[in-house]
Structures are given as C-alpha cells and as structure tokens.
C-alpha cells in the first residue's frame, strides 16, 4: 500500500477516511478555524493527546485534553456525564469540535458524547487499535453499556473524518492486535475472502504492525465497511452484517463483565454463527470449519465454557437485530454469500452452541484480559 490513502465513505454527509502515518498535520488541517476543540483520549495516549493539542494550540486553537478511563470503563454514563460537564466548562458549541483519541472504546464514548452534547457537535475520529481503525471508527455507530446490556445506549453519529495513523499501531499490546484481527477476519467472511487468503498464507506477517500485509488488511477492511455503510446507515438492512458473531459476542462480553477483549468475544460469535450455518443447511462444512481454522492460527479464541448457554441465551434475547421477540442472527450461505436466520428452533441453538463449548473455564491468558 502506498501511503496514505483516502477511503471515502460516501453517506449523505460524505467524509474521508486518511490511512497512512504521521497524521498530526491533516488533523491540523481538518480543525483549521475551530474555535475550541476537546481531545478525548484514553490513559497510553497521554503523550500523543498532548502533542496533538500543543499543535492544535500553536494554531490558535483553544484546545483541551481530556483523559478518560481505560477500555470498557469508558464507555459508561459517569464517563459520558464528566465529559458533558466538561464541555460546559470549556464553553464547547455547536462551531466547535470533539476529537476521540484511542481504541473503539474511546471513539465510541467520544462519538456518544458528540453526538449528545448540543444535540450533535462535529467529531474527528484518531483511532489508534487495529480494531477501531479497521471497524469502531467508520461508520458513526456510538455508544456505551449499561446494565441491560452492550451498547444498547447510543446513536449514530458520523464523524467529519478519521485519521488512521499506522504509527499508532507500533505501541499497541500483541494481544490488542489480535483481538483486531477477529473483526478483520469477520470482514472477510462477509464481503471480501482475499482477506482470508492474505491471513491464511501466513498469519504472523498479517499480525506485524511493521509489515505489509497489515496496511493491506486495513485497507480492505476499511472499504467494506465505506460501502456497507454508506448504503445502509441506520442498520435497516444491509448493515446488519456487520454484526456477524456479534449476536453471541455481545452476550459473552456481558457475562465476562466487559473484561474479555471485544474481538475474542467476537472470534467465538463467529464460531458460533458458522456452526448454526451448518447446521441449518446452510453453509458448507469446509467454509464453517475454515472459521475455526483461522480464527485459532491468529491466536483467538474458538470455544467457551459449557455452562454458560443459558446465560447467553438470555444476554442474546436483547440483541438489537431480534424482531417480534425473536433472535435473529446474521449466518452465511457462503463466502461472502451473508443471509439471515430469524427464530431458530431452540433445539438449533443448543446444537450449535455445544459445537463450541468446552468444560473448563477459558483461561485467563492475555487475549481475554
Ligand atoms: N462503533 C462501532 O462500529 C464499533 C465497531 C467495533 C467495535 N466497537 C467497540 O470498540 C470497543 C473495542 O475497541 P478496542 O478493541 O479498540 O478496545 P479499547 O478501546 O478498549 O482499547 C484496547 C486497549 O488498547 C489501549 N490502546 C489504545 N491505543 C493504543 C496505542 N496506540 N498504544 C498502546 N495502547 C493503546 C487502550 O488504552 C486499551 O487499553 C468495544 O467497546 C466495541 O464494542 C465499536
Ligand atoms: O458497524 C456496525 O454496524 C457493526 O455492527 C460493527 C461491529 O463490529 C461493532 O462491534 C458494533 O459496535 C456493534 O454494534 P451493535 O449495534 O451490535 O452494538
Ligand atoms: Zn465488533
């Protein structure tokens, strides 16, 4: 990939998506005559969040920097109050501009609280994990958890651009960048198999912020995600298969008390979503199986624990996709073939979900935590 490259993401208010490195300047430019801007940014990128606002501040800019708690624990209503409160404080207005700094739990908190404050200021996304360049930054999906469940307070809200800066990835914890890779790999389940070869041909290069394969990845990712959502933006239709694995992913990341990686949570809801494939007669043993295959060469997890399905059920019964009190689930006629299964025999789930469970309680290796 030759960089940067711009993605457009042509909704009906069109943005860019900059892939390349060193973006400090095209964030310049993209806030240029802004009054005020807040910098929302999560604990590693103090560093990073303070250069960007001296720049923006050399600039003329009243800038600020804003810490907010790390991963999950951001993306709750205390966070998202603080950080109204602070914009009162600033004096942020409708001219200005909101910028989130760090992974998908940082531009889903900050695009929450954009979306929010004012009934809608703009917000720059800087995503710096694999899986918010690759999927939490595009497509203004916002939002944060609550009791009920994941991400069921929210809005759409898309961002006036997202810089993704592949320098960030540099620092980025391995088991991060795995966890990425499971939304990558959805990606190519859905809409774009040469994903799946150019991980499969070897899954260490793909996994190697320094290397070639992953901007490649990045890139690929990023254009599905343009088209899918600029031709369903709402989720009325088409966009719901984005959502692949997400049904049972959701419902894992709950019990796990949000401290599985979103991305492993994911990695089994495709196993999942694979297994109900096959077993509806759907899909193909060989593609079912290669989910398995994959998802396990990168380091992800494939299975969970045996107990757990009649919690899950439960978790997946406020899935925002289930109509008319039923579950729906995205599943695959083939490659790239997505379809839906609505109301499935109980009996289906059972099946499917003892095809990934196992006995003992997932380890706490570092890919969950
Ligand atoms: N809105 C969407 O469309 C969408 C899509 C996918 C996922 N999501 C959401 O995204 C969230 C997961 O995002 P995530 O996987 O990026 O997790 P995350 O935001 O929790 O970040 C993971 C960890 O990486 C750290 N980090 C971030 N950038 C770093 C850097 N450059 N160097 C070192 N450490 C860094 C963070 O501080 C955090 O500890 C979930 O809440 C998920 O629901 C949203
Ligand atoms: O952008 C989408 O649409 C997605 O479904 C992408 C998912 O990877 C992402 O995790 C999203 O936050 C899930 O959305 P939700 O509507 O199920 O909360
Ligand atoms: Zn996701």
Same mark, same amino acid.
Request: glycine share 8%.
């Given at each position: 990939?030759?960089?940067?490259?711009?993605?457009?993401?042509?909704?009906?208010?069109?943005?860019? =998506? %900059?892939?390349?490195?060193?973006? #400090?300047?095209?964030? $310049? /430019?993209?806030?240029? *005559?802004?009054? @005020?801007?807040?910098?929302?940014?999560?604990?590693?990128?103090?560093?990073?969040?303070?250069?960007?606002?001296?720049?923006?501040?050399?600039?003329?800019?009243?800038?600020?920097?804003?810490?907010?708690?790390?991963?999950?624990?951001?993306?709750?209503?205390?966070?998202?109050?603080?950080?109204?409160?602070?914009?009162?404080?600033?004096?942020?207005?409708?001219?200005?501009?909101?910028?989130?700094?760090?992974?998908?739990?940082?531009?889903?908190?900050?695009?929450?609280?954009?979306?929010?404050?004012?009934?809608?200021?703009? =917000? %720059?996304?800087?995503?710096?994990? #694999?899986?918010?360049? $690759? /999927?939490?930054?595009? *497509?203004?999906? @916002?939002?944060?958890?609550?009791?009920?469940?994941?991400?069921?307070?929210?809005?759409?809200?898309?961002?006036?651009?997202?810089?993704?800066?592949?320098?960030?990835?540099?620092?980025?914890?391995?088991?991060?960048?795995?966890?990425?890779?499971?939304?990558?790999?959805?990606?190519?389940?859905?809409?774009?198999?040469?994903?799946?070869?150019?991980?499969?041909?070897?899954?260490?290069?793909?996994?190697?912020?320094?290397?070639?394969?992953?901007?490649?990845?990045?890139?690929?990712?990023?254009?599905?995600?343009?088209?899918? =959502?600029?031709?369903?933006?709402?989720?009325?239709?088409?966009?719901?298969?984005?959502?692949? *694995?997400?049904?049972?992913?959701?419902?894992?990341?709950?019990?796990?008390?949000?401290?599985?990686?979103?991305?492993?949570?994911?990695?089994?809801?495709?196993?999942?979503?694979?297994?109900?494939?096959?077993?509806?007669?759907?899909?193909?043993?060989?593609?079912?199986?290669?989910?398995?295959?994959?998802?396990?060469?990168?380091?992800?997890?494939?299975?969970?624990?045996?107990?757990?399905?009649?919690?899950?059920?439960?978790?997946?019964?406020?899935?925002?996709?289930?109509?008319?009190?039923?579950?729906?689930?995205?599943?695959?006629?083939?490659?790239?073939?997505?379809?839906?299964?609505?109301?499935?025999?109980?009996?289906?789930?059972?099946?499917?979900?003892?095809?990934?469970?196992?006995?003992?309680?997932?380890?706490?290796?570092?890919?969950?935590?």
């Amino acid at each position: 990939m030759t960089e940067p490259v711009r993605v457009e993401v042509r909704t009906a208010k069109p943005y860019p =998506v %900059v892939i390349g490195r060193g973006l #400090l300047t095209d964030l $310049v /430019d993209t806030l240029a *005559g802004t009054r @005020t801007v807040a910098i929302f940014h999560q604990p590693p990128l103090a560093d990073t969040a303070e250069a960007v606002r001296a720049a923006l501040a050399e600039t003329g800019i009243d800038a600020h920097r804003i810490e907010i708690p790390d991963a999950e624990d951001g993306k709750e209503l205390a966070v998202a109050g603080f950080c109204w409160e602070v914009l009162g404080r600033i004096g942020l207005t409708r001219s200005d501009a909101v910028v989130s700094l760090g992974g998908g739990a940082a531009t889903d908190l900050a695009g929450f609280v954009a979306a929010t404050w004012m009934r809608g200021v703009r =917000v %720059v996304h800087v995503p710096t994990t #694999l899986l918010a360049m $690759v /999927d939490a930054a595009v *497509g203004g999906k @916002t939002g944060i958890n609550t009791d009920a469940g994941k991400n069921l307070v929210g809005a759409f809200h898309e961002p006036s651009a997202v810089l993704v800066d592949l320098a960030t990835l540099e620092t980025v914890p391995r088991n991060e960048i795995i966890s990425g890779m499971a939304e990558i790999i959805k990606t190519g389940f859905i809409a774009d198999p040469a994903i799946l070869d150019l991980i499969e041909a070897d899954p260490d290069a793909a996994l190697d912020p320094t290397g070639s394969v992953l901007p490649e990845l990045i890139r690929r990712s990023i254009e599905v995600k343009a088209k899918v =959502v600029a031709a369903d933006l709402h989720e009325a239709d088409l966009r719901e298969i984005l959502n692949y *694995g997400h049904t049972l992913a959701h419902a894992i990341e709950r019990r796990e008390k949000y401290k599985w990686r979103h991305g492993a949570a994911v990695s089994v809801g495709l196993v999942f979503a694979a297994e109900l494939g096959r077993l509806a007669g759907r899909l193909s043993d060989a593609v079912a199986d290669r989910h398995r295959t994959i998802l396990a060469s990168v380091g992800l997890p494939v299975s969970y624990d045996a107990d757990a399905f009649s919690h899950l059920l439960k978790g997946m019964q406020t899935d925002k996709k289930n109509r008319n009190g039923l579950l729906r689930f995205v599943v695959l006629d083939d490659l790239a073939k997505p379809g839906r299964l609505e109301g499935p025999d109980p009996s289906l789930l059972v099946a499917a979900y003892s095809a990934i469970a196992k006995d003992e309680p997932a380890a706490a290796g570092p890919i969950l935590l």
